[in-house]
């Protein structure tokens, strides 16, 4: 399709299949951070479509206990979507219908994670090497439920099978509602810049709304997101870590074109506390306590930003500090172990 020139304080409310969000802004699934605490954080500050932590279908199948947890929903959540990840479109189709009386308002497939453990097992973003059984898993899922069905893609599982586009025809074709893609493949995991001009290629191939991700950290970020691509949504994920404001933030610039004021360091503290309690009552002490180590190093990392912006006299968060990557490493072996309990 034609792309119409689009800016970020023109665009309307998200709307996927029968589901109207408030606003275009989404918050991303993310194993081992989006979960509820954070979620309703989230929510708060004015996402408008709020993404839980992927379930492997397998696990629910087998009635895995950890599953539970990871698709419970609070009420003040919606519209809430949650994410199947798998690569077996009998099982997915079958998970899908079990699970379409629980109070999500979207059911979403992943076909970006790029965790060896998930790839390794055909599923995640490996998914994108296989069109043939994109098709056969996202049928299966359509077919099986009546809520509106998305997926979450990658550019490509490499440079040289970038084939985003092909794979966006296909979920269009088989009934998908609406297409969230990463522009980085599976090979750059996180690293590198991402690239929205495929982004605008999908937007263009498709009439159905596709969500823009990747490197959106701010309003004029987001901005430059939306006119390069034309996409009908925002997709934030790592940008939101530390920094449940970016939503708000948002929000004002396309509400009134100003800037929001940065969050305090009152503010910040405030927030960690309060999330820190949250964990504690959704979780318990030790678990939540540990857990909400990781979402510690990412509210101070984006506070020492925030410090060297005001002195400085610009702001802009691009990537968090080493210190708080190195961290964000540390946490991914005890992460998966948490997300991914099954054996699949």
């Keep these: 399709m034609e792309n119409k020139k689009r800016t970020l304080q023109k665009m309307p409310p998200l709307k996927i299949g029968n589901v109207e969000m408030p606003n275009p802004l989404v918050l991303a699934p993310m194993a081992g951070v989006t979960d509820l605490p954070f979620r309703v954080l989230c929510k708060e500050q004015g996402a408008g479509l709020i993404c839980m932590e992927m379930v492997s279908a397998k696990a629910i199948l087998y009635k895995n206990k950890n599953t539970e947890d990871l698709m419970t929903i609070d009420p003040g959540e919606h519209p809430v979507s949650l994410q199947l990840f798998g690569s077996d479109p009998e099982i997915l189709g079958q998970i899908a219908a079990q699970i379409e009386e629980r109070p999500f308002d979207i059911l979403d497939f992943n076909m970006g994670c790029p965790v060896p453990k998930v790839v390794n097992n055909g599923e995640g973003s490996a998914l994108m090497k296989d069109p043939h059984l994109v098709r056969e898993i996202v049928t299966s899922m359509v077919k099986a439920v009546k809520k509106p069905v998305t997926v979450k893609i990658r550019k490509g599982f490499n440079e040289e099978s970038a084939n985003a586009v092909e794979i966006a025809k296909i979920l269009e074709d088989c009934g998908v509602a609406a297409i969230a893609v990463h522009g980085r493949t599976r090979a750059q995991f996180y690293s590198g810049k991402a690239d929205w001009d495929i982004i605008r290629q999908v937007k263009e191939a498709v009439s159905i709304p596709v969500i823009g991700n990747g490197d959106v950290t701010d309003a004029a970020s987001a901005e430059a997101l939306v006119e390069q691509t034309g996409c009908d949504g925002i ?51 030790a678990i939540g306590i540990r857990e909400m180590r990781k979402h510690v190093a990412w509210y101070t990392a984006v506070q020492s930003v925030l410090i060297q912006g005001r002195q400085g006299g610009t702001y802009r968060v691009l990537h968090l500090p080493h210190h708080a990557q190195r961290h964000r490493q540390r946490q991914d072996q005890g992460r998966r172990a948490a997300v991914f309990p099954c054996a699949f």
């Design 235 to 285: 997709m934030i994920g790592r940008g939101a870590e530390g920094n449940p404001w970016i939503f708000k933030q948002i929000l004002q610039y396309m509400e009134t074109g100003e800037t929001l004021a940065r969050p305090t360091q009152h503010e910040v503290k405030e927030m960690m506390l309060r999330h820190a309690r949250m964990q504690v009552e959704y979780k318990g002490g």
